[in-house]
């Protein structure tokens, strides 16, 4: 586990916003996308379903602000689901799921 000035680091380098998961691989922390990689990722994903895969896994590498980038790509080759599940909640992180009224004015 990340200690309280690891965490401020983190936060220093790389945005106040920051998502940690915790599983039997150990802590990974990622950083909020960009817009240009989101919609990037979205593109690849809507466009190519035979790639999905590694649009997530593109996704989830570029997030990922810790462990080491070897370490993290080392984890998602012995666990490739994790991936997927990191993007459903880095797309909360911008907004994704966010609820608000629509009506016909």
Same mark, same amino acid.
């Given at each position: 586990?990340?200690?309280?000035?690891?965490?401020?680091? /983190?936060?220093?380098?790389?945005?106040?916003?920051?998502?940690?998961?915790?599983?039997? &691989?150990?802590?990974?922390?990622?950083?909020?996308?960009?817009?240009?990689?989101?919609?990037?990722?979205?593109?690849?994903?809507?466009?190519?379903? *035979?790639?999905? &895969? *590694?649009?997530?896994?593109?996704?989830?590498?570029?997030?990922?602000?810790?462990?080491?980038?070897?370490?993290?790509?080392?984890?998602?080759?012995?666990?490739?689901?994790?991936?997927?599940?990191?993007?459903?909640? /880095?797309?909360?992180?911008?907004?994704?799921?966010?609820?608000?009224?629509?009506?016909?004015?």
């Amino acid at each position: 586990m990340l200690t309280e000035d690891q965490i401020s680091d /983190l936060k220093a380098k790389h945005g106040s916003v920051l998502l940690s998961i915790n599983s039997e &691989a150990g802590q990974i922390v990622f950083k909020r996308p960009s817009r240009g990689l989101w919609s990037e990722f979205t593109d690849s994903v809507s466009n190519d379903r *035979a790639s999905r &895969a *590694a649009a997530f896994r593109r996704v989830a590498l570029a997030c990922a602000v810790f462990p080491a980038p070897d370490l993290v790509a080392a984890i998602f080759e012995e666990f490739p689901g994790i991936p997927p599940q990191v993007c459903d909640e /880095l797309g909360k992180l911008i907004g994704l799921g966010k609820d608000f009224e629509v009506k016909k004015l």
